[in-house]
């Protein structure tokens, strides 16, 4: 249970963040993050003594117990020492952070951020189930994109970056997900501590899952030809570019290959892919890295190459290469994270990054210059500093292939020169031009401190700190030193400084040189974008707002469809007219009556002229139906019906009362006054697509399998198992529960999409009483005293019905979403009477963004609660010995309903908001709304009567 509540914590920090940040002075606030991390961090490293002994803990929580999902905890060496490279890395940048930001609502939107990735980064590394690592997977790139577009509203770089890097990692994660599932149903299990224990190379399925698992981890640790996205993350602010880009998240993928290596790996494809990726992608980023001015491409250049470093190391066979790969992740956190700080700090200090325009900052900044000399140091591979170690190591995994040591040491090389600019050219070589200083003060140097002196004197004490860490991470027996003596790793990597100093001395020919040009992986990626984008403007071009090119379009799908399915001959085969078998019903001459109703109340919607008359006779057509359902036995179906038809119709006309008179006007004229050839036409359309779709109609009915369906299963199963005898009911609130769950986030995403839509660009409403008190005074008969009146006593009737729907669904027809559907409806009858002006002055108390939060935090607390104890996800919870009324049904499944209700109110109120926003009402109205003073007057004292 400890690792559960180590990873939600960072989450409920991240939920709290903003209204704690906002009652704390900065200082307090970073003490109290920075305490918290390293709470974290010495939490995890308790459980270094359980791992030592017994391997690994473990804690599950059912989640769908049929398809053999959980969430599942699995803390070993491998996951404890990323956990403390997370909690670790993140202690220093949370200090850092506090610091950094100017803006107190910047700095609370970045703790927000931060804390959610470090949470996301948390639940990969400590998933024990594939499904759920995915879910943490995706947390970490959805987090990433928001940080890296953190100044996304000033900056286009920002943009540009964030979405590239949503995109590359995001398709990425299409393949791992595929590739995990075939994993798991090839292994029988989608949990790790089984899938490790079994090696699926001979499996027909070996060659496509490890590809795309591959395919995810190397988009997400930035491999070449997938590399280019992670230099453009660089335009995050520094902190997120330290934590996320190299310490931590772009590690991921090297988690995950050595996650899956005792599952994948010791095979060809694996070998011979991740050698040969690993180290082209260090040599190529090296070779880019010393040619770059800016500090925090240079360095993210560097950061590339060393993921090379490691994905090449985990290729190796027989686990000969996990020693030196645990080594380099703990000494390339410990260096190049302080380096972005540095890079920060510098940043702040004096406006710029480009390292031509720095020089001779160590008269300014003596302490961070030597910061930068200790991360340098270590960087270069220097003894005693744990670079050196990680350097020896992996010299000494590939002793046996001399090309793969030549590309080593050349591009350790490469790495030593651009360790020697980092440090030189910003802070020793005096500047060419005049530097605009002002001191950045003392606390953003603690965090890049503690950093680099961990790095400076963890090589010293590697029989304390860094063997037993990676003891358990390493799964054969081995040993490691801070100097195993003068032998051929040494050796090269004596070389490999010499020449560094060396290409150090004639860098400016090499940075300044031409490059042969070939085509680089962000150009194929700005074509692939291009071309989708391209094809997404022809597509558009075809909505030209034509109903009758769309129906076109609709009758030629169902066409084909039918034709290449032989739906045809199934729809006209079953038509058998005989009078013998035909057998009336009571019911059926009343259905006649409303069919007759529905197609003449669709004949008026198409030939009134007046839009209101129109929307009323839709609104008629629909009870028709709804009428329908209620004789065919489906209460249930038939109320959604009715209230759906209802909000239409009120959406409706309220659109109406927002597009002025002439546009209507001109609308008709366009309907009513073409040719005789074009109304011909558009009927022909309309005829034709109805035929269609009532053959395609027909032949989906009279050729469904004659077999008991899972109909049956749920009447019977109902009350036994859920306590309810509405079915409808159970299956929405029980046996469906968590599509319902997933209905509602979707619904309340929609409402706050229209909101954002209808939102964009507009102020604070200026409340002309001509259309903010009586919006539809020009549409006759709606705003009057009466329906004032009426509208006063619905809104209460309406959230007392919506009670009763909630707490009666369970044994009528109702739920929660027909209860927020006419709560929703109460409110928009005040938006039509009211105005917008009124009707937000008088309903100030319906906040429809709350309804919203509070609907979905009551939904998923009461799907999550079952698993704390101990129970299934979305278990049903009744309390024992409490007898309740007649028709009530006391359990969690009301929870549920109440939670749906809120927001679905929520939403339908948000929508009605913002249509009803005066804002949105055309130029060509408003215009029309500025009459004098007088006429104003006049109509406001006819609305207050």
């Not at 899956?260 to 890295?289: C, D, H, K, R």
């Not at 670079?387 to 040591?405: H, Y």
């Amino acid at each position: 249970m400890s690792i559960v509540v180590i990873t939600a914590l960072p989450f409920g920090l991240a939920a709290l963040a903003g209204a704690l940040r906002s009652r704390l002075p900065r200082v307090i606030w970073t003490v109290l993050t920075t305490g918290l991390m390293a709470g974290l961090f010495g939490w995890l490293l308790s459980f270094l003594p359980v791992i030592n002994a017994q391997g690994a803990v473990e804690f599950a929580l059912e989640w769908v117990p049929t398809l053999g999902l959980t969430f599942s905890f699995y803390l070993d060496g491998l996951a404890l020492l990323f956990g403390l490279l997370v909690t670790g890395i993140g202690t220093a940048i949370a200090l850092y952070t506090g610091f950094y930001f100017d803006d107190n609502a910047e700095t609370t939107r970045f703790y927000t951020l931060l804390f959610a990735f470090t949470g996301a980064m948390l639940g990969v590394v400590f998933s024990g189930n594939l499904i759920t690592l995915f879910i943490a997977w995706e947390l970490t790139s959805i987090t990433s994109f928001l940080l890296i577009g953190f100044k996304g509203a000033k900056s286009p770089d920002a943009r540009y970056g964030a979405m590239q890097a949503l995109l590359v990692t995001g398709a990425g994660g299409l393949a791992l997900i595929v590739g995990l599932v075939l994993m798991g149903v090839a292994g029988g299990s989608f949990e790790l501590q089984t899938l490790i224990t079994m090696n699926l190379a001979d499996h027909p399925w070996y060659t496509g899952m490890t590809i795309l698992i591959m395919l995810g981890a190397f988009t997400k640790s930035a491999q070449y030809p997938f590399h280019f996205w992670l230099p453009g993350a660089m335009a995050a602010p520094s902190p997120a570019s330290a934590f996320l880009h190299s310490a931590t998240m772009v590690k991921a993928g090297v988690y995950l290959l050595a996650r899956l290596y005792p599952t994948l790996g010791n095979t060809p494809l694996w070998t011979n892919t991740l050698t040969i990726v690993g180290l082209a992608t260090l040599l190529f980023s090296s070779l880019m890295a010393i040619r770059k001015r800016d500090l925090k491409a240079l360095l993210a250049f560097t950061t590339i190459g060393q993921l090379g470093v490691m994905v090449a190391l985990i290729g190796l066979p027989e686990s000969n290469g996990l020693k030196a790969a645990m080594v380099s992740i703990l000494a390339h956190a410990l260096y190049k994270a302080p380096m972005f700080l540095i890079a920060g700090v510098v940043d702040h200090a004096t406006g710029t990054r480009i390292i031509d325009n720095l020089g001779g900052l160590r008269r300014q900044m003596p302490g961070l210059a030597v910061i930068t000399g200790l991360a340098a140091l270590s960087m270069t591979g220097m003894i005693p500093w744990l670079g050196f170690v990680a350097k020896e190591t992996l010299l000494d995994a590939f002793l046996g292939d001399p090309l793969a040591l030549v590309v080593i040491v050349v591009s350790k090389a490469l790495t030593v020169a651009v360790a020697m600019i980092v440090f030189w050219d910003v802070f020793i070589r005096e500047p060419e031009e005049e530097i605009h200083y002002h001191d950045p003060g003392n606390g953003l140097l603690v965090g890049p401190g503690l950093l680099a002196g961990a790095g400076s004197v963890l090589g010293l004490l590697l029989p304390w700190t860094i063997i037993p860490l990676i003891t358990p991470a390493v799964p054969k027996e081995f040993e490691l030193y801070l100097f195993p003596g003068f032998n051929l790793p040494f050796a090269l990597s004596t070389l490999a400084i010499v020449v560094g100093v060396l290409i150090f001395l004639v860098r400016w020919p090499i940075i300044r040189a031409q490059l042969p040009r070939i085509p680089t992986g962000e150009e194929v990626y700005q074509a692939i974008v291009g071309s989708v984008e391209w094809s997404a403007d022809q597509l558009l071009k075809t909505q030209n707002g034509k109903v009758r090119l769309y129906l076109v379009v609709i009758l030629a799908s169902f066409v084909i469809i039918m034709a290449a399915s032989g739906s045809v001959g199934l729809a006209i085969d079953p038509i058998q007219l005989d009078p013998a078998n035909i057998i009336f019903e009571q019911t059926d001459i009343l259905k006649l009556l409303l069919l007759l109703l529905a197609v003449g109340a669709t004949v008026a919607a198409i030939l009134f002229r007046e839009h209101l008359l129109a929307a009323l006779a839709m609104g008629v057509m629909g009870y028709s139906i709804g009428g329908i359902f209620l004789l065919e036995q489906a209460p249930d179906v038939a109320l959604v019906q009715f209230l759906i038809e209802t909000l239409a119709t009120v959406l409706i006309i309220l659109m109406i009362g927002r597009i002025n008179t002439s546009h209507r006007e001109q609308a008709m004229r366009v309907n009513f006054e073409q040719r005789r050839i074009g109304l011909v036409r558009d009927g022909a359309i309309s005829v034709a697509l109805g035929f269609v779709v009532m053959l395609f109609a027909l032949a989906s009915v009279t050729n469904r399998p004659r077999f008991d369906t899972i109909a049956t299963w749920h009447i019977v199963n109902a009350y036994p198992l859920t306590g309810v005898t509405d079915v409808v009911s159970s299956i929405i609130a029980d046996f469906r529960g968590t599509d319902t769950l997933i209905e509602i986030v979707v619904f309340a995403m929609g409402a706050l999409g229209v909101i954002t839509l209808l939102s964009a660009g507009r102020g604070r409403p200026q409340y002309n009483p001509i259309y903010v008190r009586g919006l539809l005074l020009q549409v006759p008969g709606i705003a009057s005293p009466f329906t004032r009146a009426v509208a006063v006593l619905i809104l209460p009737f309406a959230l007392l019905i919506s009670i009763t729907h909630v707490l009666y669904g369970g044994s009528a027809p109702g739920d929660g979403f027909t209860a927020g559907v006419i709560s929703g409806l109460g409110v928009a009858v005040w938006f039509v009477v009211y105005g917008y002006g009124e009707a937000r002055e008088r309903l100030w108390w319906i906040k429809p963004g709350w309804l919203i939060t509070a609907g979905l935090a009551l939904a998923f607390a009461n799907a999550l609660f079952p698993l704390f104890i101990g129970d299934a996800f979305f278990a049903i919870q009744k309390p024992a010995g409490i007898e309740a009324p007649v028709g009530l049904h006391i359990a969690s499944t009301l929870i549920f309903e109440f939670s749906i209700f809120l927001t679905v109110f929520g939403g339908v109120s948000l929508i009605m908001e913002a249509i009803a926003h005066p804002d949105e009402m055309s130029s060509d109205l408003q215009t029309e709304a500025s009459v004098s003073d007088e006429a104003a007057n006049m109509v406001e004292e006819m609305v207050t009567k």
